[in-house]
């Protein structure tokens, strides 16, 4: 019903920066500005960690201390994207981060997943 497809992971020196996409496709009537979207974010060994939400409209946006200053969400409901600008980057940011469709405004629930793409920071 609900496919995200995430890219734009890849290796990149602390201190740097990178844009993660997701793509979003529904059928059935679900259409993309339904959705509050959501990045989390998992490190080998770690649970997953929530690190960004924008409310259906864009009107709000998320973020958990460890991320907020550096990491930017965004989303374009014309071409049902929505967008991770990670700057400032730390060995610590390294994980596979995940695109999520739906829960609430905190992260809480999301019903959809996208696959993961691979971010890597070296020191």
């Known amino acids: 019903q609900v496919q995200l497809v995430e890219s734009g992971g890849g290796l990149v020196q602390a201190g740097g920066s990178l844009r993660l996409s997701c793509a979003f496709s529904g059928r059935s009537g679900r259409t993309f500005s339904m959705y509050n979207m959501h990045w989390f974010r998992q490190a080998p060994g770690k649970e997953r960690e929530h690190v960004a939400t924008?409310?259906?409209?864009?009107?709000?946006?998320y973020y958990p201390d460890s991320v907020k200053g550096r990491f930017t969400i965004t989303r374009d409901n014309a071409k049902n994207t929505v967008d991770l600008q990670m700057k400032s980057l730390k060995p610590e940011d390294t994980a596979v981060y995940y695109c999520?469709?739906?829960?609430?405004?905190?992260?809480?629930?999301?019903?959809?997943w996208g696959q993961g793409t691979q971010v890597a920071i070296s020191s």
């Open positions: 924008i409310s259906w409209s864009g009107d709000s946006t």
């Open positions: 999520a469709a739906g829960g609430s405004r905190e992260g809480v629930g999301p019903g959809y």
